[in-house]
C-alpha cells in the first residue's frame, strides 16, 4: 500500500496544525467532515484512545518529518510504552534532502537542531560544532526559524575559518528551492541573503 493510499484509509488524525491539515486532507479528497482530527499539543496518553478501540492512528507534521524537529516524539512515546505497533511512511525530511544534496560528508553527521539565540552563546556554539566536525570529519546539521536565518548566516560568516564548507539549503521541495555548497571565504565574497525563508544549515570543517 502506497503513502497516500494509507493516509486516505485513516480516519482519525494528530496534527500539528488543525486548519492546514483539514486543507491538506480535504486536497486528497477526503470528506475533512467524517475525520477525527486533535491537536499534538494534547496530552499524549489521550490521544491514543483511537489505538486502544483498535483504529490506526495517523501522525501529521506542519512541514516537515514527524517527530524529526518537529512535534510528535512523546505521541510515539506514549505508543510504544502502551506496546502499539508504530509504522513510519515514506516522505520528505529536510535535514536528510539537504545532506543528500549538499556534497558533505554523508557517512558521519549529527544533527544539532537550533542554535542559541543570543550572539556570544550562538558564536560560541558554532566553534564548537567547527571544532567537532574537524576531528570527528563530520558534517554538523542545524536549522533556524525562517526570520533569523539571515542573523545565523551572519554569524557563521564571523565565526567560522575561511576553508570551512557551509551549505544553506532554502525552500526545499518549494519552487523557490536554493542548495548552495561554498566555502566560508567564497560566502563572505557572495554577500548571499537568505531572507524569510525555511532553511537548514550544513558546516564540514577542512582537517588541518
Not at 2 to 24: C, G, M, P, W, Y
Not at 60 to 71: K, M, N, R, T, V
Amino acid at each position: 500500500m502506497s503513502t497516500l493510499q494509507t493516509i486516505r484509509s485513516l480516519h482519525d488524525f494528530v496534527v500539528e496544525n488543525a486548519k492546514s491539515a483539514r486543507a491538506f486532507l480535504g486536497a486528497l479528497g477526503m470528506p475533512v467532515r467524517e475525520l477525527n482530527i486533535t491537536g499534538v499539543d494534547a496530552e499524549p496518553a489521550s490521544l491514543l484512545n483511537p489505538l486502544r478501540q483498535g483504529r490506526p492512528l495517523g501522525l501529521l507534521s506542519e512541514a516537515g518529518c514527524p517527530a524529526i524537529a518537529d512535534p510528535g516524539a512523546a505521541l510515539i512515546e506514549a505508543a510504544h510504552r502502551e506496546g502499539f505497533r508504530v509504522v513510519p511512511l515514506v516522505g520528505p525530511s529536510s535535514i536528510t534532502l539537504a545532506l543528500m544534496a549538499s556534497g558533505l560528508e554523508g557517512q558521519r553527521f549529527a544533527f544539532c537542531g537550533y542554535l542559541p539565540r543570543e550572539g556570544s552563546e550562538r558564536n560560541q556554539k558554532i566553534r564548537e560544532l567547527e571544532r567537532r566536525s574537524r576531528l570527528e570529519k563530520e558534517t554538523e546539521i542545524f536549522i533556524e526559524t525562517p526570520y533569523r536565518s539571515d542573523a545565523l548566516l551572519a554569524a557563521l560568516l564571523e565565526s567560522c575559518h575561511e576553508k570551512t564548507r557551509l551549505c544553506v539549503a532554502a525552500d526545499l521541495t518549494l519552487p523557490a528551492e536554493s542548495i548552495k555548497t561554498r566555502t566560508i571565504a567564497e560566502w563572505r565574497r557572495a554577500k548571499t541573503a537568505i531572507g524569510r525563508r525555511p532553511a537548514v544549515f550544513l558546516l564540514l570543517a577542512e582537517s588541518r
